[in-house]
């Protein structure tokens, strides 16, 4: 009678400290580990009196089970840290491509955007329908970023009379535009891809 006393007391006992460890629990991943451990530790005070009966060590059990569930914990955590790392592996490759693409691309145009059009190109953004294949065969929108060179802008610094008409549409919006629509014809061109996949954009957004 005294055995079921005490196992029926450390239930209860058990239950109250349960209630308060889960009130004190921060949220984070630590947690399902925390009350699995706790549900783990309630199932073996029901089972005592069957492991009495049968003689089991309850310690040695709960050792065996523990080290279970740490081995599981510790597989998912090196799971954890591979996937992460295959991750920062994948990011490394693609800056490397899109680097390579870049300047590949960079170096077939250069020197005649310089000469026809007197602009350089400063910057790329690559979207490909594949993620995992990225090639210009895959590619779904280039967006190349051109600044006016320094030997061009050094060219044409001389002061022109500006004379300002209402009645007329601005001429430089016209003629940034047809240049702008000659420099897309000529990458696309070059680079062998449909203009519509091209986007040209002036650095700081002003030409």
Do not use: C
């Amino acid at each position: 009678m005294s055995y079921i006393t005490e196992w029926v007391t450390q239930i209860i006992l058990f239950l109250l400290l349960a209630l308060i460890i889960d009130l004190i629990l921060p949220t984070s991943s630590l947690r399902k580990y925390i009350k699995l451990v706790v549900g783990l530790l309630l199932i073996l005070i029901f089972l005592q009196p069957i492991f009495h009966l049968f003689e089991v060590d309850v310690d040695t059990f709960f050792a065996q089970e523990m080290s279970k569930w740490n081995d599981q914990a510790q597989v998912e955590t090196m799971e954890n840290l591979i996937e992460d790392k295959k991750k920062e592996i994948q990011a490394s490759q693609r800056a490397y491509i899109l680097e390579q693409m870049a300047v590949q691309l960079k170096k077939q145009a250069k020197e005649e955007l310089l000469s026809e059009y007197g602009v350089e190109i400063q910057n790329f953004s690559f979207q490909f329908q594949d993620e995992q294949n990225m090639s210009l065969d895959t590619l779904k929108q280039l967006t190349v970023v051109l600044s006016e060179s320094e030997k061009a802008s050094n060219s044409s610094s001389s002061v022109e009379e500006v004379v300002i008409d209402l009645d007329q549409p601005p001429k430089e919006d016209e003629e940034n535009s047809k240049a702008k629509q000659k420099i897309k014809t000529f990458l696309a061109s070059t680079w062998q891809l449909p203009e519509e996949q091209l986007i040209i954009q002036w650095e700081g957004g002003v030409k």
